[in-house]
């Protein structure tokens, strides 16, 4: 869906701006939240003990927030990796800014309150 991350990227840019953040987050955010991203997600979140969390932001009701901390133990170490590498930021200034952006887009990608069919 064209522009489902424009309001996203536009805060993060803004937050971020001064650091160099390019559209190389705006790529990534879109795997995470792409049906397969979710699927992943919700996955690495039942095994890190968050699933919750994730399936308050698939579900109708409130999102539960999220730490950077709390996304770092969701997210594999290549995949905290592949963030830094395609932004050319380190972790420690992405996660802070995906962790407070990331339920709300996963809100938007999941409006039937369902997760996505993978395919």
Excluded: Y
């Amino acid at each position: 869906m064209p522009g489902i991350f424009d309001g996203l990227l536009n805060k993060v840019t803004e937050l971020a701006d001064s650091t160099g953040l390019t559209d190389k987050l705006h790529q990534h955010l879109a795997e995470l939240t792409s049906a397969q991203g979710i699927s992943s997600l919700m996955a690495q979140a039942e095994q890190a003990g968050l699933g919750d969390k994730v399936r308050s932001w698939i579900g109708s009701g409130q999102n539960l927030p999220i730490s950077a901390d709390e996304l770092r133990s969701i997210l594999s170490s290549q995949q905290v990796q592949a963030l830094a590498d395609r932004t050319g930021l380190p972790a420690s200034t992405i996660l802070p800014a995906l962790a407070q952006f990331l339920p709300a887009a996963v809100d938007r990608q999941t409006p039937s309150g369902e997760p996505p069919k993978a395919g």
